[in-house]
Every structure is written in C-alpha cells, then in structure tokens.
T-cell receptor, first 114, second 114 residues
Framework: AQSVTQLGSHVSVSEGALVLLRCNYSSSVPPYLFWYVQYPNQGLQLLLKYTSAATLVKGINGFEAEFKKSETSFHLTKPSAHMSDAAEYFCAVTRTDSWGKLQFGAGTQVVVTP | EAGVAQSPRYKIIEKRQSVAFWCNPISGHATLYWYQQILGQGPKLLIQFQNNGVVDDSQLPKDRFSAERLKGVDSTLKIQPAKLEDSAVYLC????????????FGPGTRLTVT
C-alpha cells in the first residue's frame, strides 16, 4: 500500500517569497511521485514528476521538487511566488505495480499576498 | 491536441434521483480513470479502465455507482440513486497506458445533491 501526507492544508506567502509545500510518502516499493496544481473550477495539471531518474526534478512555472529517499519526502519549492501561483496543490504517489493508480494527498491551498 | 472533455460541467439534482456524467479522453489514450473529489480532499479513484476492460473498481460503491467504457473510447459514470454525500467534483483522466504515469485531467463535473 502507499500513501501521501501533505503538511499544512493552507499556506500563505508574500509575492516574491519562497514557496515551500511539504509532502511525505510511504510506499513498500520505490515510488513514482507527482505534484499537480488545481486552479478554481478546473481539472488538475501536472507540475512535475519523479520517476526514478534525477532526484531534483524541475517542472513548469518555475517549480521544482527533490526526492529524498532517506526522509521519504518530495517537497515542492519555488524561489519567488507570483500572484498566479494561488491555487491548490496536490502531491500524489504511485508504484510500478499499481497500474498507474494514483494516491493523492489532501492538498495544500496556497494564497499569495501582495 | 484536444484535452480530456467532460460534460456536463455542473449538475444539481435531488437525493434519490439519478445522474450520468460523460468523458471523452485524449485520442489514443488507452487508460481512463474516474475520480471523486470531495470538497477539501484530494481526488479518490473510483474506477480505472484499460481500453474497455476494468482494471480497478475496488473503491466504486457498486450498489449505486456504475461505469462503462464501450468501444474503449468514451466513458459514462452513473449514480442511481444519488445521496447527499455524493456531492463532489467528478474528474475524468486519461493516460496513454498504465505504464505511462502522466495522467491528463478534464475540467470535472461539479455535482450538488440537495
């Protein structure tokens, strides 16, 4: 079985400040990990994914995440927040024997203040 | 390339009524997923198809929910009869195959059961 825990259901950041969203996973086999973003009244859009290649993964819109096996973490960061980053962010995990089935975290709502 | 299409976008029904949602995946995508996203939670997989066969429906409430994917393309998710707790956004996603882990999401159908 696998699961994902996102720490913090709401995060408020100032425009231009660092964005840090935390995600910890549990999996009995090496996982594949994802970050998705959801804007109001829209579906989910893939930001980035880790599939056992480089541990530092760069995604769209200036986001990146680092896979740390020792800490079972896959935290999402962006050096400088923009107003357009206000959205909900979901971390998700799957395994090679899960037929692509994703297990999502509860999500973190990001608010960006001027 | 066209994205995943879903209809309707919004639906309001009374409890005990029936409702159906439609999804058209990206052309050529063999794998199709239906997720339920309750307000404040991450998406939860209801059913997964590979072509027109069911891969996983372990979390589908089969006493009231049903889904089909005739001809391995479009899919329909039905709820009959609806309960208040079925109020949620129903997301459809597709991927090229079960070993292609990137899923593409549609905009979702927001269901309100009164």
């Amino acid at each position: 079985a696998q699961s994902v825990t996102q720490l913090g259901s709401h995060v408020s950041v100032s425009e231009g400040a660092l964005v840090l969203l935390r995600c910890n996973y549990s999996s009995s086999v090496p996982p594949y990990l994802f970050w998705y973003v959801q804007y109001p009244n829209q579906g989910l859009q893939l930001l980035l994914k880790y599939t056992s290649a480089a541990t530092l993964v760069k995604g769209i819109n200036g986001f990146e995440a680092e896979f740390k096996k020792s800490e079972t973490s896959f935290h999402l960061t962006k050096p400088s927040a923009h107003m357009s980053d206000a959205a909900e962010y979901f971390c998700a995990v799957t395994r090679t024997d899960s037929w692509g089935k994703l297990q999502f975290g509860a999500g973190t709502q990001v608010v960006v203040t001027p | 390339e066209a994205g995943v299409a879903q209809s309707p976008r919004y639906k309001i029904i009374e409890k005990r009524q029936s409702v159906a949602f439609w999804c058209n995946p990206i052309s050529g995508h063999a794998t199709l997923y239906w997720y339920q996203q309750i307000l404040g939670q991450g998406p939860k997989l209801l059913i997964q198809f590979q072509n027109n066969g069911v891969v996983d429906d372990s979390q589908l409430p089969k006493d009231r929910f049903s889904a089909e994917r005739l001809k391995g393309v479009d899919s329909t998710l039905k709820i009959q009869p609806a309960k208040l707790e079925d109020s949620a956004v129903y997301l459809c996603a597709s991927s090229f195959s079960t070993s292609e882990y990137e899923q593409y999401f549609g905009p979702g159908t927001r269901l309100t059961v009164t």
